[in-house]
């Protein structure tokens, strides 16, 4: 039993989005997904996926791509990514699958940890951050701490957070959701969002006590990266 991570599928079987217009190690990206995780996975382990999942924009035409997800080995923990518009309520989610489970101000366990998150947003400090930023920011710190809470309530003390964005500005400076990391002493947190990024440019190493790690598909040559 392990805890492994990869995001940003970006799966279209429904809708017209190829995925190579953004390079070509996006070609046929799905079946380079599907192949590295049946080589890697196995029905006891548990995949971290934080969000941009399907292209889809109603949950209607996003269940063909869930049905592919479902699929494949393992247990899955997704979160909300910036292009997951297809998501709908968290409730509805849960009842789906079994061996998928979606987290919105809830949290999942994985022996004595719990699972956390929220889609995350921008931080203070990136240019052109609006009002409406500052808004949605401060909305998604609600939901990390409503999200750690719920499993500190529960006598959880070890954590592991999951982000679609990236904790920090583009500067790796701190940001709110950093400070809460240190408040839970949260000791990984998986994150998404960036593509075509070297490793001298990510923040994927460990500060304070806590690892950071990027888990965009590409980023990872399209392989679930273990985590635990």
């Known amino acids: 039993m392990s805890i ?118 921008v931080c203070p400090g990136v240019e052109k951050f609006t009002a409406q930023d500052e808004k949605v920011y401060n909305r998604e710190l609600i939901r990390l701490r409503l999200s750690l809470e719920s499993a500190a309530k529960e006598g959880f003390n070890k954590f592991i957070v999951m982000l679609h964005y990236p904790p920090t500005n583009d500067k790796c400076r701190e940001s709110g959701f950093v400070e809460i990391f240190k408040e839970y002493n949260v000791e990984k947190v998986i994150y998404g969002h960036l593509h075509n990024v070297s490793k001298d440019k990510v923040l994927d190493e460990e500060i304070d006590g806590i690892g950071y790690i990027l888990t965009s598909c590409d980023y990872l040559d399209f392989k679930p990266i273990k985590i635990i």
Not at 4 to 24: C, N, Q
Not at 38 to 48: F, Q
Not at 52 to 59: A, F, V
Not at 101 to 114: E, K, M, P, T, W
């Open 4 to 121: 492994y991570a990869i995001s940003d599928f970006h799966l279209a079987f429904t809708t017209d989005k190829p995925m190579d217009v953004f390079g070509d190690n996006w070609y046929k990206h799905e079946e380079k997904i599907k192949e590295n995780w049946a080589n890697i996975i196995s029905d006891e382990d548990t995949v971290l996926i934080a969000g941009d999942i399907s292209w889809s924009m109603k949950m209607e035409e996003g269940m063909m791509d869930l049905e592919w997800i479902h699929n494949l080995p393992g247990r899955k923990i997704l979160v909300k990514g910036n292009h997951d518009y297809w998501w709908t309520s968290i409730t509805k989610l849960n009842k789906l699958y079994e061996d998928m489970n979606f987290i919105q101000n809830n949290y999942f366990s994985y022996d004595d940890y719990a699972i956390c998150g929220t889609r995350g947003w």
